[in-house]
């Protein structure tokens, strides 16, 4: 596609139940990043995709947060058991790997209540 | 630990000049990134410096000093669209991005 596109761009979900997000990149990135940004701060690495393979997940912060990328292009973050911290902005990015430029998505904004 | 510092507000008026700096630490370096957020909006791409210097582009200029571990981005003839935070954002030896919580710039008419 012509950018990186993230659905849904909203998401309202009650504590304790299960969401997936979704991120599809730029055809042909090979690199895939999921971030999380809450208001004010800067985005807060939370996995990073090489091909289909995760090449560093040391920033899911606990085993409720899941990513695939099954054939190395379209991404899901999946959230089991969701709670009122986990709302932010979760914003997806692609590039060629090494590259200087990461692409964004317009992100999804996860709200628990 | 990793560290990017850099101010976390700054007021400027339309017309004038501003200049926002960046401090790192980081484990290994391989660039310096400034983005730009407007609000509810994703960061969009500014400049990447991987050698000392400045590097210009139009408005917008960026410094970097490895040495120092700092960094500056330049904005010039502000305009009211330039509001918006500019996040700095360092690539580290494992060429993941470490990112700083973001510089609000204020303009005022």
């Known amino acids: 596609g012509a950018g990186v596109s993230q659905t849904p761009s909203n998401k309202v979900t009650e504590k304790g139940k299960y969401v997936e997000l979704r991120c599809d990149p730029i055809?042909?990135?090979?690199?895939l990043y999921w971030y999380r940004q809450s208001l004010g701060q800067g985005p807060e690495f939370l996995i990073y995709?090489?091909?289909?393979?995760?090449?560093?997940d040391s920033g899911l912060p606990n085993d409720r947060f899941f990513a695939v990328r099954p054939e190395g292009s379209v991404s899901t973050l999946k959230i089991q058991r969701t709670e009122r911290g986990d709302s932010a902005v979760y914003l997806c990015?692609?590039?060629?790997?090494?590259?200087?430029?990461?692409?964004f998505g317009q992100g999804t904004r996860l709200t628990v209540v | 630990g990793q560290n990017i510092d850099q101010p976390t507000e700054m007021t400027a008026t339309e017309g004038a000049i501003v200049q926002i700096n960046c401090t790192y630490q980081?484990?290994?370096?391989?660039?310096l990134f400034w983005y730009q957020q407007h609000a509810g909006e994703a960061p969009t791409f500014l400049s990447y410096?991987?050698l000392d210097g400045l590097e210009e582009k139009g408005r917008f200029s960026s410094f970097l000093s490895r040495s120092k571990g700092y960094s500056y981005l330049l904005l010039k003839e502000l305009q009211m669209k330039d509001s918006a935070s500019y996040l700095c954002?360092?690539?580290?030896?494992?060429?993941?991005?470490?990112w700083g919580a973001g510089t609000k710039l204020i303009i005022k008419p």
């Open positions: 980081t484990s290994g370096f391989n660039g």
């Open positions: 954002a360092v690539m580290d030896s494992n060429y993941q991005l470490i």
């Open positions: 990015a692609s590039n060629f790997p090494r590259s200087t430029e990461a692409f």
């Open positions: 995709f090489q091909g289909t393979g995760a090449a560093d």
């Open positions: 055809s042909g990135h090979t690199a």
């Open positions: 410096n991987v």
